[in-house]
C-alpha cells in the first residue's frame, strides 16, 4: 500500500538503524511529546537500537492522561442526572476520580455511551429529544476541530439539547513549561505528526529561537520515527537549532487552514490545567460567547475546583518526563491496565501502559 508499506520497510529500518549507531557521542535527551509516538517507539524495539548516549524521555502527549481527575469527577456527577446521556471516547472509561470511573458508572446504570467521533452525538441528540447530550470534549489540536465542526452541525439541524464539557488542549504552550524546567535538560523534541498536520511547524519555532532546541516533526511508521530520530540527532550534533519536517507527506509549514478556521470560530484560547504540571498559560481551548450555548458546565450551571492525582500515583512526574513508570512503586503490582491508579496506564497512549506492555 503506497505511503504505508515502504514507512515500514525492512531495509530502510535497518539502513536508518545502521546510520543511527554511528552517531554515539555526548549524551543526549530526547523527548518524544506524543503519546502515539511513545507507543510506537516501544512496539517497533525502536528504543533498543538507539545508541547507549541517546535516552528517550516520554512527554505529556497523551489528552486523557492529562485530563485532571477534578475533570473526571466533575464528568461523573454529570453522568450521575437521569436527564443526561454522557458520550465519550472508550479511554475516558476506566480513568478513575477519587471515588467512580465511567465504568463502574455506566454498570450502575447510568446512560454513557461509547463514540467514535463526537459527530455520533448528533445522532444520540436527534434520537433522544428529552435528554441532554453532554459530550467529554478531550483532545489536543487534532480532535478540537472536530468539536467545534460538530456545534456548527448541531446549530444548523436545530439540535439545542447537545453540550459539551471541553478540556480541550493545545500543545505547544506546555512544551514552554517544560523546556524551561532546569531539571530537565532535554536536546530536542520528536514533534507530533498528528497535531502538526492541524498546526504545522511554525508554532514550534521559539523552540529554536528562544531556547536553542531543535525540534523533527515525524510519523508514526518504524521508518518515520528512525528517520525522525536521525534527523534530529543530526542536528543536535551540528549545533543546528532548526525544527525540521520529515512528515511532508502530511504536514505542512502552515498546518490546514480549514481546520483551524473552525477551531478560531468556535474557541478562545484560555489558561489550562494539565495534570501533573499545572496551569499552563495559553493552553487550552473553550467555546468563545458566539458558542456558549454548548457549554456543558455553563448550562448546568457547574464550577468545580481544579485537583488532580490518585493517591501514591506518580503519573504527575511521568508526564513531565521526571521519572520514568518503574520508579513508580505501584507498577505492575497495585496500578495495572485491568486495575489502573492513574491516568497514565488507562489510555492506549499512556506512558505506564506502554511500559506495562512492552517493557522487559
Ligand atoms: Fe500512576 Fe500507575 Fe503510572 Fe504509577 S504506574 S504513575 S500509579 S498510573
Known sequence: ?????????RDYSRLLVEKLQNRSGDKINIM?????????IFRYGIRDVLPANVTLISGPGCPVCVTPQSYIDTALDLSSREDVILATFGD???????????????????????????MDCLTIAADNPTKKIVFLAVGFETTAPMTAVTAIEAREKGLSNLFFFTAHKIVPPVMEALVTDKELNLDGFLLPGNVSAIIGTEPYEFLSKDFNIPGVVTGFEPVDILQGLYTLISLIGKKDYSIANDYKRIVRTSGNSEAK????????????????????????LEFNCDFEEFDALKHFKISYEEY?????????????????????????QACTPENPI???????????????????
Request: charge should be positive.
Open 261 to 284: 478556521e473552525y477551531m478560531n470560530k468556535a474557541f478562545n484560547v484560555v489558561d489550562s490545567n494539565w495534570r501533573g504540571i499545572g496551569k499552563v498559560p495559553k493552553s487550552g
Open 32 to 40: 518524544e511529546v506524543c503519546g502515539t509516538h511513545t507507543m510506537a
Open 92 to 118: 475516558m472509561m476506566k480513568v478513575p476520580g477519587r471515588k467512580s470511573s465511567l465504568l463502574k458508572k455506566k454498570a450502575e446504570g447510568s446512560d454513557i455511551r461509547l463514540v467514535y467521533s463526537p
Open 342 to 360: 492513574g491516568s497514565c496506564m488507562v489510555s492506549s497512549e499512556g506512558t505506564c501502559a506502554a511500559y506495562f506492555r512492552y517493557y522487559k
Open 1 to 9: 500500500m503506497k505511503f504505508v508499506d515502504e514507512f515500514r520497510s
Open 308 to 332: 488532580d492525582g490518585s493517591s501514591g500515583c506518580r503519573c504527575g512526574e511521568i508526564l513531565k518526563g521526571k521519572i520514568n513508570p518503574t520508579q513508580c512503586p505501584l507498577f505492575k
